[in-house]
């Protein structure tokens, strides 16, 4: 212990001869993974190289091998059991999110299609005055002049054609945000 204390290799390469398969059967027990024990060996015999000053202090070496490995080895297994734990709550998190996106894409898609029938159900003038106003952008005295109507006439076609739409959203339990959000999409 004295050598490998003053940095010589070849005590430390005795030690390491005497101890390391040893510790790793101790560490392919804890880990069953041959890499994984293989590392283990290298990381303890290189916290024996680095700690090397005290080991003329230690009364019995191979109890003291023993200990730094079996600490090291759960300390290992601990945070490979940590990085499970969150690569799993990782995982539970983007199928929350997956599943609310496709869920949005779905019922976004469902208001879209009421959106439309809602439309189709209109009558002919009524539909007219709300697409001209709604996806053409024509305010309401533009659309009376395009129609030759009124604008009274037009903004009444224009709140039947909402009121109907509104109604026939609450009918297939549509929301009204949802709704807007359907009318804005199809207008793009």
Same mark, same amino acid.
């Given at each position: 212990?004295?050598?490998?204390?003053?940095?010589?290799?070849?005590?430390?390469?005795?030690?390491?001869?005497?101890?390391?398969?040893?510790?790793?059967?101790?560490?392919?027990?804890?880990?069953?993974?041959?890499?994984?024990?293989?590392?283990?060996?290298?990381?303890?015999?290189?916290?024996?190289?680095?700690?090397?000053?005290? !080991?003329?202090?230690?009364?019995?070496?191979?109890?003291?091998? @023993?200990?730094?490995? &079996?600490? #090291?080895? +759960?300390? =290992?297994?601990?945070?490979?059991?940590?990085?499970?734990?969150?690569?799993?709550?990782?995982?539970?998190?983007?199928?929350?999110?997956?599943?609310?996106?496709?869920?949005?894409?779905?019922?976004?898609?469902?208001?879209?299609?009421?959106?439309?029938?809602? !439309?189709?159900?209109?009558?002919?003038?009524?539909?007219?005055? @709300?697409?001209?106003? &709604?996806? #053409?952008? +024509?305010? =309401?005295?533009?659309?009376?002049?395009?129609?030759?109507?009124?604008?009274?006439?037009?903004?009444?076609?224009?709140?039947?054609?909402?009121?109907?739409?509104?109604?026939?959203?609450?009918?297939?339990?549509?929301?009204?945000?949802?709704?807007?959000?359907?009318?804005?999409?199809?207008?793009?």
């Amino acid at each position: 212990m004295e050598l490998v204390a003053e940095g010589d290799e070849n005590a430390f390469r005795f030690l390491f001869e005497s101890y390391s398969d040893r510790v790793f059967g101790v560490a392919l027990a804890y880990t069953r993974v041959p890499q994984m024990a293989e590392e283990v060996v290298q990381d303890i015999f290189l916290k024996l190289w680095t700690r090397r000053s005290e !080991l003329p202090s230690i009364s019995k070496l191979e109890s003291y091998i @023993f200990i730094i490995a &079996r600490n #090291h080895i +759960l300390n =290992l297994l601990r945070n490979i059991a940590r990085e499970k734990a969150m690569l799993q709550e990782h995982r539970h998190q983007w199928e929350d999110v997956h599943a609310a996106a496709a869920e949005t894409v779905y019922m976004h898609k469902q208001s879209q299609q009421v959106f439309e029938e809602a !439309l189709l159900r209109l009558p002919p003038q009524q539909r007219t005055v @709300f697409m001209l106003h &709604r996806k #053409h952008g +024509l305010r =309401l005295h533009e659309v009376a002049d395009r129609l030759s109507l009124s604008r009274n006439t037009v903004r009444n076609h224009l709140a039947r054609a909402m009121a109907s739409i509104r109604e026939y959203a609450k009918l297939h339990g549509l929301d009204i945000t949802l709704l807007l959000l359907a009318a804005e999409k199809y207008f793009e």
